[in-house]
C-alpha cells in the first residue's frame, strides 16, 4: 500500500511537474508570442511609415512571412486573449497589406511612361478651350471614348462640337456639374477612368460683380468633381487652371515656375486657385491621380467676344472703337488654342501625376500694343483716335504674369503657331461667323440686369 502510495505520490509529482513544464512551455509560448506580437507591432509601425517607399515589395514580403509564423502560433496557442490579440493584430495587418497595395498601384501609374485612357469625361466642352480639346481628342483617337459635359452657359455653342457629334466615339451630355447625382451617374454607367476638367466661369471682368457665381461654379464645381474621382478611383484627373493664379509678377525678369507663390487678385483667379487646393489636397490625402495646368491667354476660334482679342475683332468689323482699360500697359503673354489643345494631348498621356505644368508662349504684349496690331488687320493703323479709346480701368488690372514653361517643353512640347499666324486665323474665323455675334454687346447687361453701376468699367 505504501508502496502504491509513494508510486501515486511519485506519479503526482510527475504530473505537477508535467503541468509545471507545461505551465513553462506555455510561458515560453506567449512570451514567444509577446515578442512576436512585438515585432509585430514594430513591422507595423514601420509599414505605416512606408507610403511610396521603393521596398515595398521587400516589406510585403516580410509581412506574408510573418503571416505565416502567425497562422502557425495560432494553431499552438491554447490561450484565448493571445488569440483574440492575434486576430486583431491580423487585421490590422490585413488592412495594412490593402493600403501597400494601394500604394503599390500608385507608384505603377506613376512609373508608367504612357498612359492610355478608355473612357473620358471632358467638362466644359461647349465652351472655347474645350470645344477645341473635344474634337481633337474624338477625331484623333477613335478608341478613346469621349463624354462631353456642359451646361451651355452664354459664352457656349454646342455647334463648336459639330465635328465631334459626326463620330461613334463620342456623346454629348447637356448638364451642370453642381449636380453631384448626375456627375456620379455619368461616371458610373460610362465606365469614365479620365476626367478632363476645363468648365468654369472665365472671364476676369464679369467676376468683379459676379464673384458668388465663379466661387460656387469654379471651386465647388471642382469639389464635387474630385469627391466623384476619389469614390469611383478615376486613373487620371487632369485640372485646367489658369496662369493668373501667380498675381502679378513685377519684376523685368521675373519668370513664374510651377513653384511660385499663389497670390491671385482677382475673384476669377482666387476662385481657380481654390479650386487648385482642393485638387493638390486630394492628391495628398486621398491619392487621386491628378495634373493641374496653368494656362497663358489663350485665343483662337470658338471664343465668346468678352476676351480682348475676340472683342476687339467684332468691335473692328463692326466699324466701332475698341476700349482700354487703364492705359493699356498691361502685358500678358498669348498662345493660340491648337497649341494648348497639343499640350493637353502630351499631358494626358505623359503627364507625371501629382505634378503641375505650365502652358504659354513666349508672345508678351501690351494691350494697347496688341490693339494696334489688330487696328493694321483691319488696314485702320492710321485712325488710332477714331477706334482706340481708353475707359476706366479694373478694381485691380495685373501688370504681367510671364512664366517658365521648360518643365512641360521637356515632355515634348513647344508652341508651333507664331501670334502672326494664330491672329490672322483667328481674324478670318470671325469674319466668317460674325451672325453669332451680333447681338453680344447687349449681353452682359441683360445678364446681370441690377448690375449696371459696377459694370461701368465694362462700357463699350
Ligand atoms: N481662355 C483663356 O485664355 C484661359 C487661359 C488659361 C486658363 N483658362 C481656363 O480654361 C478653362 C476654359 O476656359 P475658356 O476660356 O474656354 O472658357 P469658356 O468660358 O469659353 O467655357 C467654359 C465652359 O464651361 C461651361 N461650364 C461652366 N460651368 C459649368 C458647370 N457648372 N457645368 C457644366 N458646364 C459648365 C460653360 O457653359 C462654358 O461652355 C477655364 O477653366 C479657364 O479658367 C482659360
Given at each position: 500500500?505504501?508502496?502504491?502510495?509513494?508510486?501515486?505520490?511519485?506519479?503526482?509529482n510527475q504530473n505537477i511537474n508535467q503541468n509545471q513544464n507545461q505551465n513553462i512551455n506555455q510561458n515560453?509560448?506567449?512570451?514567444?508570442?509577446?515578442?512576436?506580437?512585438?515585432?509585430?507591432?514594430?513591422?507595423?509601425?514601420?509599414?505605416?511609415?512606408?507610403?511610396?517607399?521603393?521596398?515595398?515589395?521587400?516589406?510585403?514580403?516580410?509581412?506574408?512571412?510573418?503571416?505565416?509564423?502567425?497562422?502557425?502560433?495560432?494553431?499552438?496557442?491554447?490561450?484565448?486573449?493571445?488569440?483574440?490579440?492575434?486576430?486583431?493584430?491580423?487585421?490590422?495587418?490585413?488592412?495594412?497589406?490593402?493600403?501597400?497595395?494601394?500604394?503599390?498601384?500608385?507608384?505603377?501609374?506613376?512609373?508608367?511612361?504612357?498612359?492610355?485612357?478608355?473612357?473620358?469625361?471632358?467638362?466644359?466642352?461647349?465652351?472655347?478651350?474645350?470645344?477645341?480639346?473635344?474634337?481633337?481628342?474624338?477625331?484623333?483617337?477613335?478608341?478613346?471614348?469621349?463624354?462631353?459635359?456642359?451646361?451651355?452657359?452664354?459664352?457656349?455653342?454646342?455647334?463648336?462640337?459639330?465635328?465631334?457629334?459626326?463620330?461613334?466615339?463620342?456623346?454629348?451630355?447637356?448638364?451642370?456639374?453642381?449636380?453631384?447625382?448626375?456627375?456620379?451617374?455619368?461616371?458610373?454607367?460610362?465606365?469614365?477612368?479620365?476626367?478632363?476638367?476645363?468648365?468654369?466661369?472665365?472671364?476676369?471682368?464679369?467676376?468683379?460683380?459676379?464673384?458668388?457665381?465663379?466661387?460656387?461654379?469654379?471651386?465647388?464645381?471642382?469639389?464635387?468633381?474630385?469627391?466623384?474621382?476619389?469614390?469611383?478611383?478615376?486613373?487620371?484627373?487632369?485640372?485646367?487652371?489658369?496662369?493668373?493664379?501667380?498675381?502679378?509678377?513685377?519684376?523685368?525678369?521675373?519668370?513664374?515656375?510651377?513653384?511660385?507663390?499663389?497670390?491671385?487678385?482677382?475673384?476669377?483667379?482666387?476662385?481657380?486657385?481654390?479650386?487648385?487646393?482642393?485638387?493638390?489636397?486630394?492628391?495628398?490625402?486621398?491619392?487621386?491621380?491628378?495634373?493641374?495646368?496653368?494656362?497663358?491667354?489663350?485665343?483662337?476660334?470658338?471664343?465668346?467676344?468678352?476676351?480682348?482679342?475676340?472683342?476687339?475683332?467684332?468691335?473692328?468689323?463692326?466699324?466701332?472703337?475698341?476700349?482700354?482699360?487703364?492705359?493699356?500697359?498691361?502685358?500678358?503673354?498669348?498662345?493660340?488654342?491648337?497649341?494648348?489643345?497639343?499640350?493637353?494631348?502630351?499631358?494626358?498621356?505623359?503627364?507625371?501625376?501629382?505634378?503641375?505644368?505650365?502652358?504659354?508662349?513666349?508672345?508678351?504684349?501690351?494691350?494697347?500694343?496688341?490693339?494696334?496690331?489688330?487696328?493694321?488687320?483691319?488696314?485702320?493703323?492710321?485712325?488710332?483716335?477714331?477706334?482706340?479709346?481708353?475707359?476706366?480701368?479694373?478694381?485691380?488690372?495685373?501688370?504681367?504674369?510671364?512664366?517658365?514653361?521648360?518643365?512641360?517643353?521637356?515632355?515634348?512640347?513647344?508652341?508651333?503657331?507664331?501670334?502672326?499666324?494664330?491672329?490672322?486665323?483667328?481674324?478670318?474665323?470671325?469674319?466668317?461667323?460674325?451672325?453669332?455675334?451680333?447681338?453680344?454687346?447687349?449681353?452682359?447687361?441683360?445678364?446681370?440686369?441690377?448690375?449696371?453701376?459696377?459694370?461701368?468699367?465694362?462700357?463699350?
Amino acid at each position: 500500500m505504501s508502496q502504491i502510495n509513494q508510486n501515486l505520490n511519485i506519479n503526482q509529482n510527475q504530473n505537477i511537474n508535467q503541468n509545471q513544464n507545461q505551465n513553462i512551455n506555455q510561458n515560453e509560448n506567449q512570451n514567444q508570442n509577446q515578442n512576436l506580437n512585438q515585432n509585430q507591432n514594430q513591422n507595423l509601425n514601420q509599414n505605416q511609415n512606408q507610403n511610396q517607399n521603393q521596398n515595398l515589395n521587400q516589406n510585403i514580403n516580410q509581412n506574408e512571412n510573418q503571416n505565416q509564423i502567425e497562422n502557425q502560433n495560432q494553431i499552438e496557442n491554447q490561450n484565448q486573449n493571445q488569440n483574440e490579440n492575434e486576430n486583431e493584430n491580423q487585421n490590422l495587418n490585413q488592412i495594412q497589406n490593402e493600403n501597400l497595395n494601394q500604394n503599390q498601384n500608385i507608384n505603377q501609374i506613376e512609373n508608367q511612361e504612357i498612359y492610355i485612357p478608355q473612357n473620358i469625361l471632358i467638362t466644359g466642352s461647349a465652351g472655347f478651350i474645350a470645344s477645341h480639346v473635344t474634337v481633337y481628342l474624338t477625331e484623333k483617337y477613335p478608341n478613346y471614348k469621349i463624354f462631353a459635359i456642359d451646361k451651355i452657359d452664354y459664352c457656349s455653342n454646342e455647334d463648336y462640337l459639330e465635328e465631334a457629334k459626326k463620330k461613334k466615339n463620342f456623346k454629348f451630355i447637356k448638364g451642370n456639374i453642381l449636380s453631384s447625382d448626375l456627375v456620379n451617374f455619368i461616371i458610373e454607367s460610362e465606365k469614365i477612368d479620365t476626367i478632363i476638367h476645363i468648365a468654369a466661369n472665365s472671364d476676369v471682368d464679369s467676376s468683379f460683380f459676379n464673384s458668388l457665381d465663379f466661387t460656387t461654379n469654379n471651386i465647388i464645381g471642382t469639389h464635387i468633381l474630385l469627391e466623384a474621382a476619389k469614390n469611383y478611383k478615376i486613373k487620371r484627373f487632369i485640372h485646367v487652371s489658369t496662369d493668373e493664379v501667380y498675381g502679378d509678377s513685377l519684376s523685368e525678369n521675373q519668370k513664374f515656375t510651377e513653384n511660385s507663390k499663389l497670390e491671385p487678385t482677382n475673384p476669377y483667379s482666387a476662385s481657380k486657385a481654390g479650386a487648385e487646393l482642393l485638387v493638390q489636397t486630394y492628391y495628398k490625402c486621398f491619392h487621386v491621380p491628378i495634373i493641374i495646368t496653368r494656362g497663358n491667354n489663350t485665343y483662337g476660334p470658338n471664343q465668346y467676344p468678352e476676351k480682348i482679342i475676340p472683342k476687339f475683332i467684332c468691335l473692328l468689323d463692326q466699324n466701332k472703337s475698341c476700349p482700354i482699360q487703364g492705359n493699356g500697359s498691361n502685358l500678358r503673354n498669348y498662345i493660340y488654342v491648337d497649341d494648348v489643345v497639343q499640350a493637353f494631348d502630351i499631358l494626358l498621356h505623359k503627364g507625371k501625376i501629382g505634378e503641375i505644368y505650365n502652358i504659354g508662349s513666349d508672345f508678351e504684349i501690351s494691350n494697347l500694343n496688341l490693339t494696334k496690331i489688330l487696328l493694321k488687320k483691319f488696314h485702320l493703323e492710321n485712325q488710332e483716335d477714331k477706334y482706340i479709346r481708353f475707359v476706366k480701368d479694373r478694381p485691380y488690372n495685373d501688370i504681367k504674369y510671364t512664366m517658365d514653361t521648360s518643365k512641360l517643353q521637356k515632355l515634348g512640347w513647344k508652341p508651333k503657331i507664331e501670334f502672326e499666324e494664330g491672329i490672322d486665323r483667328t481674324i478670318q474665323w470671325y469674319k466668317n461667323h460674325m451672325q453669332n455675334w451680333k447681338f453680344w454687346e447687349n449681353d452682359l447687361p441683360k445678364r446681370y440686369p441690377k448690375k449696371q453701376k459696377e459694370m461701368n468699367f465694362l462700357k463699350i
